[in-house]
């Protein structure tokens, strides 16, 4: 088994702009890593599931949740803290940033947000802790970057809601024990509803045939006449920005796993070509790797200032959308060209599981696509600067 060499860099000293609790944050959630996810990952990945078995030690990290208040279980750490959360998480694999990016973001945020009270205090004390997992329906098999087209629906039935369709590509789904559901009311108007495994009518059939994203465990929510209590619509908020909302914070998680993932790649190249020899030299001597490589931390550097700033305007709650579709489009295609170029780096043996790079590289093909793809992300800002919305 490899042995977990990562330290970090750091090369314009960014360490010094954070806070002796963000350094904490992440050097816990780092050695958390190391111990429990490094010597297991390459084996989840190709067995294609999750290590369930890490849910409490996640929790304990404050990968659930880590910017929700207290009272409800949280961590009550601010948005940089969340971010080097997700660094790390990301730095060891997508799918263990997933899992924690869909519990905390795409289900604890909107029960907060949107939630009654009640509903706050019987789901997020729970999903901090781990002891429920939830999941995130919005994708449709008909509706992926255009979920205002949903068909999935409720209708009143006086003492319940009746809801019906399905949602595909759900990461976690195939074991959650909750799943926000986005779905259109009888006037057509997107809500969210908690649904609950053990709903008669409510299925979570897994996706087999993943290459990518093979830690992390990913399905439909299928829904045929499910009765769904009144008490689970999320009272709060209603329309297309609710599940955005939702996306906002998820997306601005990615753009620092996206770092994770680039730094790791670029720390086991950089390592591998001082150490390899080729005609006499180690590789890390010939201008063509140093080229490489040069870009690779300057790339990460740049990336690791955009989402420092990012962050600081998010605690701030002045973030906008389109800045946060900025940094996630950004990193996400910078990680994956470093993985590019770090599996070259290793030649041959940068196809295997010896090193992490190939795993990086195809995770992020999933995380270039989900939370809006590249291509959505890249209209989002075009929105922006022009004033004119091109998707449609
Ligand atoms: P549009 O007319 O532009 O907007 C509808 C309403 O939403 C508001 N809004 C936002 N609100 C909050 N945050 C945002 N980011 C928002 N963007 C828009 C907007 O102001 C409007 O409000 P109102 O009050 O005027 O009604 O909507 P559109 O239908 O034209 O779509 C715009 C578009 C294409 C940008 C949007 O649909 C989009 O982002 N599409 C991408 C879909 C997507 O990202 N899906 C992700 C699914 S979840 C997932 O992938 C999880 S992966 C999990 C993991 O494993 O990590
Ligand atoms: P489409 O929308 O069909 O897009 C296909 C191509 O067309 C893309 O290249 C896209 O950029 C392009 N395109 C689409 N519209 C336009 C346009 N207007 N202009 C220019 N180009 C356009 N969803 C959830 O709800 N919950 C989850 O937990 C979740 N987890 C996921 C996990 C994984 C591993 C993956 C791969 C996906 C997950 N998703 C999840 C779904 C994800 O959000 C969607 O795949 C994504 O939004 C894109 O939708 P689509 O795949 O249907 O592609």
Same mark, same amino acid.
């Given at each position: 088994?490899?042995?977990?060499?990562?330290?970090?860099?750091?090369?314009?000293?960014?360490?010094?702009?954070?806070? +002796?609790?963000?350094? $904490?944050?992440?050097?816990?959630?780092?050695?958390?890593?190391?111990?429990?996810?490094?010597?297991?990952?390459?084996?989840?990945?190709?067995?294609?599931?999750?290590?369930?078995?890490?849910?409490?030690?996640?929790?304990?990290?404050?990968?659930?949740?880590?910017?929700?208040?207290?009272?409800?279980?949280?961590?009550?750490?601010?948005?940089?803290?969340?971010?080097?959360?997700?660094?790390?998480?990301?730095r060891c694999d997508s799918g263990l940033r997933s899992t924690s990016s869909v519990q905390s973001s795409l289900v604890m945020y909107p029960i907060?947000?949107?939630?009654?009270? &009640?509903?706050?205090?019987?789901?997020?004390?729970?999903? /901090?802790?781990?002891?429920?997992?939830?999941?995130?329906?919005?994708?449709?098999?008909?509706? %992926?970057?255009?979920?205002?087209?949903?068909?999935?629906?409720?209708? +009143?039935?006086? !003492?319940?809601?009746?809801?019906?369709?399905?949602?595909?590509?759900?990461?976690?789904?195939?074991?959650? +024990?909750? /799943?926000?559901?986005?779905?259109?009311?009888?006037?057509?108007?997107?809500? @969210?509803?908690?649904?609950?495994?053990?709903?008669? %009518?409510?299925?979570?059939? &897994?996706?087999?045939?993943?290459?990518?994203?093979?830690?992390?465990?990913?399905? *439909?929510?299928?829904? #045929?006449?499910?009765?769904?209590?009144?008490?689970?619509?999320?009272?709060?908020?209603?329309?297309?920005?609710?599940?955005? =909302?939702? $996306?906002?914070?998820?997306?601005? @998680?990615?753009?620092?796993?996206?770092?994770?993932? #680039? $730094?790791?790649?670029? !720390?086991?190249?950089?390592?591998?070509?001082?150490?390899?020899?080729?005609?006499?030299?180690?590789?890390?001597?010939?201008?063509?790797?140093?080229?490489?490589?040069?870009?690779?931390?300057? *790339?990460?550097?740049?990336?690791?200032?955009?989402?420092?700033? $990012?962050?600081?305007?998010? *605690?701030?709650?002045?973030?906008?959308?389109?800045?946060?579709?900025m940094a996630k489009r950004n990193n996400v295609d910078m990680a994956l060209k470093i993985a590019r170029e770090a599996r070259q780096i290793h030649?041959?043996?940068?196809?295997?599981?010896?090193?992490?790079?190939?795993?990086?590289?195809?995770?992020?093909?999933?995380?270039?696509?989900?939370?809006?793809?590249?291509?959505?992300?890249?209209?989002?800002? =075009?929105?922006?600067?022009?004033?004119?919305? #091109?998707?449609?």
């Amino acid at each position: 088994m490899r042995t977990d060499l990562y330290q970090g860099h750091d090369y314009y000293q960014m360490d010094e702009l954070l806070s +002796d609790e963000h350094k $904490l944050v992440r050097d816990s959630a780092r050695a958390w890593v190391k111990k429990e996810m490094s010597p297991i990952i390459e084996e989840y990945f190709e067995k294609g599931t999750f290590p369930k078995q890490v849910i409490p030690g996640l929790a304990s990290i404050g990968g659930f949740g880590p910017y929700i208040p207290v009272e409800y279980g949280g961590a009550g750490l601010d948005q940089i803290s969340y971010g080097l959360i997700m660094q790390e998480l990301e730095r060891c694999d997508s799918g263990l940033r997933s899992t924690s990016s869909v519990q905390s973001s795409l289900v604890m945020y909107p029960i907060w947000k949107y939630g009654s009270e &009640e509903q706050r205090h019987t789901y997020l004390p729970k999903l /901090a802790s781990g002891e429920f997992i939830g999941s995130f329906g919005l994708t449709e098999p008909d509706h %992926g970057s255009n979920p205002a087209g949903m068909a999935t629906n409720f209708k +009143d039935m006086g !003492d319940h809601y009746l809801l019906n369709g399905s949602k595909l590509w759900i990461s976690n789904s195939p074991f959650c +024990d909750v /799943a926000v559901v986005w779905a259109k009311s009888e006037e057509g108007r997107i809500h @969210g509803l908690i649904v609950e495994r053990g709903m008669e %009518g409510f299925t979570t059939p &897994e996706t087999h045939g993943k290459w990518s994203l093979r830690a992390s465990n990913t399905g *439909e929510l299928v829904f #045929a006449d499910v009765k769904v209590p009144k008490g689970n619509l999320l009272p709060n908020k209603s329309g297309l920005g609710a599940p955005l =909302g939702c $996306l906002d914070s998820a997306r601005y @998680g990615i753009a620092w796993g996206a770092i994770g993932a #680039a $730094l790791d790649c670029y !720390d086991s190249a950089l390592r591998y070509a001082k150490e390899r020899i080729q005609f006499g030299k180690p590789i890390a001597a010939f201008q063509l790797q140093q080229k490489k490589l040069a870009e690779m931390i300057t *790339e990460i550097t740049k990336a690791q200032f955009l989402t420092f700033r $990012l962050g600081q305007l998010r *605690e701030a709650g002045t973030a906008t959308s389109a800045q946060i579709s900025m940094a996630k489009r950004n990193n996400v295609d910078m990680a994956l060209k470093i993985a590019r170029e770090a599996r070259q780096i290793h030649g041959a043996m940068g196809i295997t599981n010896e090193y992490p790079i190939m795993r990086h590289m195809m995770n992020l093909e999933s995380v270039i696509t989900y939370e809006g793809t590249h291509d959505i992300h890249l209209l989002i800002t =075009g929105m922006d600067i022009t004033g004119i919305a #091109a998707f449609k």
